[in-house]
């Protein structure tokens, strides 16, 4: 959905929900793994929201409805994973990265050394795809070692595809792109190794503004 046809469903939710009090009252009591009482909810309204933190993730999540409206449940589970225990993943979209030297020699992260030049990659292919996706944010955050080269200022030519804003910062890139079928896609950062030291280096996320379900 474009941002528009996101605001006129936000105001025409708004509107119903500004009704008078239902008749009906709404009442759940949530269990996780059977023996974690998770706080529950009663009132009159359309809907209600009940935030879970349980320490562990492993066991079924029971819910019953203590009330006389008909419940519908949508569980949503939403957190950032622990550094270095990163899963990949391509749903909708395809993405590879690559590091590669100054001569276009492939790199691996391990083996840079401090005050080499070097480039990353991200090539994009959603083949499968019946159409282009509009407004893709892809995320680039880079070890604190290494230094962002802003191609803008040295006055090179970029050697990617085209883009629709890019926000460049201290330590990460933002792009937003659409991506199309074919071609394949591809998106191009300079770098510098410029301190010596271990680093983390974060995973790359890119995925659809306004769909979720889209990403890799």
Request: with cysteine.
């Amino acid at each position: 959905m474009s941002t528009q046809t996101t605001a006129y469903a936000l105001l025409a939710l708004s509107s119903f929900l500004e009704q008078p009090e239902y008749p009906e009252q709404s009442a759940a009591r949530f269990i996780l793994a059977a023996k974690m009482n998770c706080s529950g909810h009663q009132r009159r309204g359309p809907s209600a929201e009940t935030v879970i933190a349980p320490k562990t993730l492993n066991g079924a999540l029971d819910m019953t409805n203590r009330g006389t409206a008909v419940a519908y449940v949508r569980l949503i589970l939403k957190g950032t994973p622990l550094a270095g225990r990163e899963t990949a993943v391509n749903q909708g979209i395809s993405m590879q990265v690559e590091y590669e030297t100054k001569n276009g020699q492939t790199l691996s992260p391990l083996a840079i050394e401090t005050g080499d030049g070097l480039h990353r990659q991200c090539h994009f292919e959603c083949a499968a795809c019946s159409g282009p996706i509009d407004r893709v944010a892809l995320t680039q955050i880079f070890p604190s070692g290494w230094e962002i080269r802003n191609m803008r200022f040295e006055q090179l030519s970029e050697k990617e595809s085209g883009y629709e804003y890019r926000d460049i910062r201290d330590d990460r890139v933002y792009t937003y792109c659409s991506l199309n079928p074919q071609p394949v896609s591809h998106y191009r950062i300079e770098l510098n190794a410029a301190y010596v030291g271990r680093y983390y280096l974060p995973a790359v996320y890119a995925s659809a503004m306004y769909d979720e379900t889209i990403n890799a």
